[in-house]
Antibody, heavy 117, light 112 residues
């Protein structure tokens, strides 16, 4: 069955960096686009970034553009999110999500990122 | 960016009664390929979101048929024909037509 397992979350100071990973199984990772979506504590969902199947196309929401970088290693079935210049408002649960052409069909369990001094 | 506006934001419902959630977009969600990428997700307490409906009205495998989606252009609706206890949670609409993809604020469904 499809599984997406995020890791790498934790507590980081404002201005710091963190790299999230998402190990996937149960589908052919190298043929699917992938996304990151986050959810601030007690708040709604915010789409962050997309990378297409081979890394040649990326999209970001303005709030993370220039600070966050999505990447992937198809040989390791792993999606990444490099987060730099972190702010308190970046605190939340970060989900790795499989693309389904205009939709998001499979979600990971999420990893919590806390930006605080 | 496309703004997705849901109403109501809170929906107390009696078990066995119907429920309806509206989602309106600030611009048409018809893609240049002819499809309308409007999705509905359910997030139960303490869980990750789960997709219920894609392309306006297509129900995901395993989703009970009491859930249905409808609408077109900028105006969409999720209906639950008879609410059950397991339907408690927050429901989000999301558009996948225009970058960046955007979600509605969420509608909290609870049992009266």
């Amino acid at each position: 069955q499809v599984q997406l397992v995020e890791s790498g979350g934790g507590v980081v100071q404002p201005g710091g960096s963190l790299r999230l990973s998402c190990l996937v199984s149960g589908f052919t990772f190298s043929t699917d686009a992938m996304h990151w979506v986050r959810q601030a504590p007690g708040k709604g969902l915010e789409w962050l970034a997309l990378m297409n199947y081979d890394g040649s196309d990326v999209q970001y929401v303005d709030s993370v553009k220039g600070r966050f970088t999505i990447s992937r290693d198809n040989s390791k079935n792993t999606l990444y999110l490099q987060m730099n210049s972190l702010r308190p408002e970046d605190t939340g649960v970060y989900y790795c999500v499989k693309d389904a052409k205009g939709s998001l069909d499979y979600w990971g369990q999420g990893t919590l990122v806390t930006v605080s001094s | 960016d496309v703004v997705m506006t849901q109403s109501p934001l809170s929906l107390p419902v009696t078990l066995g009664q119907p429920a309806s959630i509206s989602c309106r977009s600030s611009q048409s969600l018809v893609h240049s390929d002819g499809n309308t990428y409007l999705n509905w997700f359910q997030q139960r307490p303490g869980q990750s979101p789960r997709r219920l409906i894609y392309k306006v009205s297509n129900r995901d495998s395993g989703v009970p048929d009491r859930f249905s989606g409808s609408g077109s252009g900028t105006d969409f609706t999720l209906k639950i024909s008879r609410v059950e206890a397991e339907d408690v949670g927050i429901y989000y609409c999301m558009q996948g037509t225009h970058w960046p993809w955007t979600f509605g604020q969420g509608t909290k469904v609870e049992i009266k």
